[in-house]
């Protein structure tokens, strides 16, 4: 594959596929932490002004998955309008097929990437808010936390008063 596709292929589609794999791998909580902060860092990763690595790579691989959505279109009504003059050759016919299957081929790598990357930015989200409440739960239940709901008077409204 050759240059944008190449690139696509190489970069765009194992990084999300590597930290989902991580993301989603059963183990301690504290790598589960690491892994998380790793995520974070990649993701976080500034190029231009406030685009991060997340954005940009979402805007790229939009656009190729938009792209070839326009592509595909045009290859198989190209195919429909035929050859003016009648009858298409055996090469001709191959030689569309050919184009075919390569808009074809190119349509589903740029879906998932697009699909991958977007899986990783709602995976990250979740595990990260998943994170937090963890923390929160873990503090409310340590021993110096109050283990009961501290008594509170009723309102006074409910308080029968005493008539004399």
Sequence with gaps: MAGGWGLL???CLPVPFV???LLT???PRSFNRTVLTLVDRTLGVRFVGTFSLLHIMLVVTGAAF????????GVSKERRAGVAGGEETPGMIASHLAKKWRN???F?????CFVLWCLLA????IMVDKAQLEDRLRALSSPGAATKPASTPPPASTVPK???
């Design 9 to 11: 292929v190489e970069l």
């Design 19 to 21: 930290l989902l794999i």
């Design 25 to 27: 791998f059963p183990a």
């Design 66 to 73: 938009l792209a070839t959505i326009q592509a595909t279109m």
């Design 104 to 106: 074809e081929r190119n």
């Design 108 to 112: 589903w790598i740029s879906f998932i």
């Design 122 to 125: 709602r995976l990250h989200k």
């Design 162 to 164: 005493k008539t004399s």
